[in-house]
């Protein structure tokens, strides 16, 4: 796993596009690569790029920190913490 500063969109060609929102795209790069791209307009694009064995257990991270967001704003929320 690395981190790749300031990547050229020319760089994609033949890569894959998996999945992608307004600021972040993840990329089939071939031979069990990815890459986690971040694409904000104001900044050069920046990327991680991993295994798909990374994927995975970056994925699970990813649902616990999740998780954690989700208590937190729902605790915010809470009927009882509004009182």
């Given at each position: 796993m690395d981190f790749l500063e300031d990547v050229d969109e020319s760089a994609?060609?033949?890569?894959?596009?998996?999945?992608?929102?307004?600021?972040?795209?993840?990329?089939?790069?071939?031979?069990d690569t990815y890459l986690l791209l971040q694409r904000h307009e104001g900044t050069p694009w920046t990327a991680?790029?991993?295994s798909g064995d990374?994927?995975?257990?970056?994925?699970g991270l990813v649902v616990d920190a999740m998780r954690h967001v989700?208590?937190?704003v729902a605790a915010q929320l809470s009927p009882i913490r509004r009182r």
């Amino acid at each position: 796993m690395d981190f790749l500063e300031d990547v050229d969109e020319s760089a994609l060609e033949g890569a894959e596009l998996l999945a992608e929102s307004d600021q972040f795209a993840i990329y089939a790069v071939g031979e069990d690569t990815y890459l986690l791209l971040q694409r904000h307009e104001g900044t050069p694009w920046t990327a991680l790029r991993m295994s798909g064995d990374g994927v995975f257990r970056i994925g699970g991270l990813v649902v616990d920190a999740m998780r954690h967001v989700y208590r937190d704003v729902a605790a915010q929320l809470s009927p009882i913490r509004r009182r």
